[in-house]
């Protein structure tokens, strides 16, 4: 598979980096981009831990984003948020909702998402690209 020249990071990418699980990093696309529910997630992460060394690790994690191009969720994430969440219900299928929200602002945008789980994995055939690494 050749390196995507972009895509949109799913917030366990950063998760693995932060605790060490290795990463397919050749197939990490040229240029990454995040959804400002990954941003929340990770901020959630470090208000909800009250261990300091966590909350340290956490809050580094968080800081790495800083550089990052956020997109915006619009009226055109909304509808592909709609769109899917029409297309689970008809397949009997779930997403997390924030998940939902990512996978919906990554194909708005023309994106494959970037992950390093399953959770989109109902959603491979409503047109999202998914990139596991």
């Known amino acids: 598979m050749t390196r995507a020249p972009r895509g949109l990071l799913d917030t366990s990418v950063f998760i693995a980096a932060e ?10 696309p040229d240029e990454s981009v995040v959804c400002p529910v990954t941003i929340a997630e990770l901020q959630a992460g470090v208000l909800i831990t009250t261990d300091v060394t966590t909350r340290a690790r956490r809050l580094a994690t968080l800081e790495s984003t800083a550089d990052i191009e956020i997109l915006v969720i619009d009226g055109q994430v909304a509808a592909e948020w709609a769109r899917m969440r029409v297309y689970l219900a008809e397949k009997n299928r779930r997403v997390n909702v924030n998940d939902l929200w990512i996978a919906a602002t990554a194909v708005a945008h023309g994106l494959p998402v970037v992950t390093q789980d399953d959770d989109f994995a109902p959603l491979d055939d409503a047109g999202l690209e998914i990139i596991r690494v």
Do not use: C, I
């Open 19 to 28: 605790s060490g699980r290795s990463l397919k990093v050749e197939l990490l």
